[in-house]
C-alpha cells in the first residue's frame, strides 16, 4: 500500500463522533443484529458487523490488488457489482470485496457475485469494529457507492493507505445544506478520497464546493443505469403468464407502509373499466406481508399471496408477490410498473430496472433518493409522475387504453438508460487510473 497523503485535518466534530459511536457501538449492534436475525441471518454473519470476518481473506498473486467496494443496499450493491464485473477482465488477478448493510442485499449478493469476490456484512463506524475488518481484509481500494461517507471508516481506511473512491455520488439539497454548516469536517472527509465521481455535473460542483479537490472531481452518469437486468425464473413467468391466460396486468413494486391503500383505492377504481385487470403488489420488505393481506382484504378486493403457493386464480384481483429475489420475473410480466416509496416522502426506488424490463414507469413525488434521475426521465417521457390514487388510477387507464402511448413511454425509458449507461466504460477507466489500480490486461 502507499503512504497515505496529507488531507485536511480532521475536526473536533470528527474525535466526537469517532468517541460517541465507540461508547455506543454494543448497543448498535444489538439492534443490528436483531434486525438482521428477524430476517434469517446467523449469528456468525450478523458479527461481520463488528469487523469479525466469517470468510478468510483471500490468497493475492504477487502485485495483485483486493479491490473493496461498499453500498449500504441492494441498487448500491447491484451498481458495485456492475462495476466489478467490467474490472475482473481488465485486472484479471485483482480480488473484490463486496459489503453492505442489509440482509436483502446479501440475499442478492449470494445471487449474483461472480469468481472471486467475497460478502460481508460492512463493519459499524466505530473504532474497533473497524480495526478488525481493517486488519483481516487489508483492501488496497476501497470504492463507496452513492452517499456512504462513513467518518471512521474512511479515516482509518485511508490512514493505512487505502486508496478510495466515492462512486456514483450523489447528493440531496438537503444534505448539501447539512454539510456547509460543518464545512471543515466535510473539507476533512471528502479530502480522504483519491478520485469522486459524481452521478451529474450539478453533484460535482457540490462535491467541489464542499471540499472534494477539483482534480479528482469528474461527472459520469448513474451506474444504476449499466446494472445487469434483474435475474428472470423463466419457468415462473411462463407459469404466471398462463394463469393470467392474457388478462391485463400492472404492477405497484417496492411499496411502503401507507402507500398500499392509495393503491388498492386506485386498483379499485380502475376495476371498474377493466374488470379482469390484476394487480401484482410487491412490498418493498416481504416481512410486512400479513399486514398489506389484511389491507387488501379491508378493500373488498380478491387475492393470491405468493409465499403460501396459492395460485392466481381467474377470479384473484391482486396477486401479493412476498418473496425476495423474484422482482425480475414480475418485471417481465407487464410494461406498467408503480415504483413505491415515492407516494410518501420516503425517497423512492431505482426506475432503470424498470426500463431494463422494457417497461414504463410511474413514481410519486417522494423520489428524493433518484432526484437527478426521476426529472430528467419524466421529461423525456419515460416516466409519469402521479400525487395520489385518482391521477395514479388515471395514469394506469391512460397506458391501458392508448398503447401506442404506453409504448412511447417504454421507449424514452430505454433510450434514457442507454444515454446513462453509456459512460461506464470511462468510469472503469478512472477508476483504474485514479486509484493505481495496475495495468490493464
Known sequence: MSKPEKTAPPTLLFHSYRALTAMLLPFAYRKVAAKLAAEGIPRLRQRERLGRASQPRPALA???ALIWFHGASVGESQAALTLI???????????????????????MAAKRLPEGCQHQ??????GRAVRRFLDHWRPDAGIFVESELWPVTLASAKARGTRLALVNARLSARSVASWRKKLPTARFILGLFDLLLAQNPAVAQDLV?????ADRVFPSGNLKAAAAALPQDTALVAEMRAALSGRPVWIASSTHKGEEEIILAAHRALLRDHPDLCLLLAPRHPARAAEVRDKITKAGLTFAQRSSAAPLARETQVYLADTLGELGSWYALSEIVF?????????????FEVAQAKAAVLTGPGYSNFSETFPPLIAAGGAVEVADADSLAAAVDHWLTQPEVLHAARDA???YLAAQ???LDQVVTRLITGLNLGDPA
Open 62 to 64: 504477487p502485485g495483485a
Open 85 to 107: 464485473n467490467r474490472l475482473r477482465p481488465q485486472l484479471p488477478k485483482a480480488r473484490f470485496l463486496l459489503t453492505s448493510g442489509t440482509a436483502t442485499s446479501a440475499v
Open 121 to 126: 456484512f460492512a463493519p459499524l463506524d466505530s
Open 209 to 213: 464546493s464542499l471540499g472534494g479537490n
Open 339 to 351: 415504483l413505491g416509496g415515492s407516494l410518501l416522502p420516503i425517497g423512492g426506488h431505482n426506475p
Open 413 to 415: 425509458a430505454g433510450d
Open 421 to 423: 449507461s453509456g459512460q
